[in-house]
């Protein structure tokens, strides 16, 4: 990923592949995001939706070309659709948000300082009270939640979000969508997302990119959903379609 200045959006994605021995996961793909939007991308099971995000946090190799246009300081949060906790650790909500909060080892306690700002993250998430629960027995709701909590302190330029709503209940989920719009509308923060919930998206997003391992539909998000096969969902269906 290079970097460059400049008002021509956030982030630029040119003729970005990823190969994995003889398959092409991504082929070509192409798609900017503009500085303060919050830009969907959505698609088929098995479209390459997490593998773009992985190869855009340089986690997977890829041939192509990324362009960050940074405007602040170029800090990326991150929510991946996935997290595994071991359940034999003894680690509490507030002892994981604490690792990166304070200076002193957390096997030492958390400190007051640290305990007031955790309490404050987990209150804009809707988790206030939780402190003290063990990580492993958080639903997993509830964790991707305080995944989100974590990734948003301190402010990232661009935040990375694989499937935020996965597993959240349809209040936990308006939250979500209230949190996201107050950071477009607030920080200016840049939001990249993948999601499968079309109805969120309408709701929350500018742009839009119909991913099935390469660009299909591309656009502001009222004409994107507008498509009557992104509507029908019948694009999503294409490749099982072939299939049979």
């Known amino acids: 990923m290079s970097a460059s200045s400049g008002s021509a959006g956030l982030l630029q994605v040119t003729d970005l592949t990823v190969r994995r021995e003889r398959d092409v996961l991504l082929s070509r793909v192409s798609l900017a995001v503009a500085q303060g939007s919050l830009h969907a991308v959505i698609g088929p099971n098995g479209a390459g939706k997490s ?3 992985t190869a855009l946090l340089g986690l997977t190799p890829f041939e192509g070309r990324i362009v960050t246009r940074w405007q602040r300081d170029g800090r990326i949060g991150y929510v991946p659709q996935g997290f595994s906790v071991d359940r034999t650790l003894p680690v509490t909500v507030e002892d994981f948000l604490a690792l990166t909060r304070q200076r002193r080892p957390v096997c030492l306690g958390v400190g007051r300082s640290a305990r007031r700002h955790i309490s404050a993250l987990l209150d804009g998430v809707g988790l206030l009270g939780v402190e003290k629960r063990p990580l492993a027995v958080l639903s997993g709701g509830e964790l991707r939640r305080v995944l989100l909590a974590h990734a948003l302190d301190p402010l990232p330029e661009l935040l990375i979000l694989d499937e935020p709503a996965t597993g959240l209940d349809e209040a936990a989920g308006r ?5 996201l719009l107050a950071l477009r509308r607030d920080t200016k923060t840049t939001v ?3 999601s499968h919930d079309l109805e969120q998206v309408r709701r929350v ?3 839009v990119t119909v991913l099935d391992r390469t ?7 009222r004409e994107v959903l507008s498509d009557d096969l992104v509507r029908s969902g019948l694009l999503f269906g294409r490749r099982e379609a072939n299939r049979t």
């Open 51 to 53: 593998t773009l995000l």
């Open 215 to 221: 660009v299909v539909r591309d656009g502001a998000a």
């Open 192 to 194: 990249l997302m993948v």
């Open 205 to 207: 997003a500018d742009h």
């Open 175 to 179: 939250q979500l969508e209230d949190t």
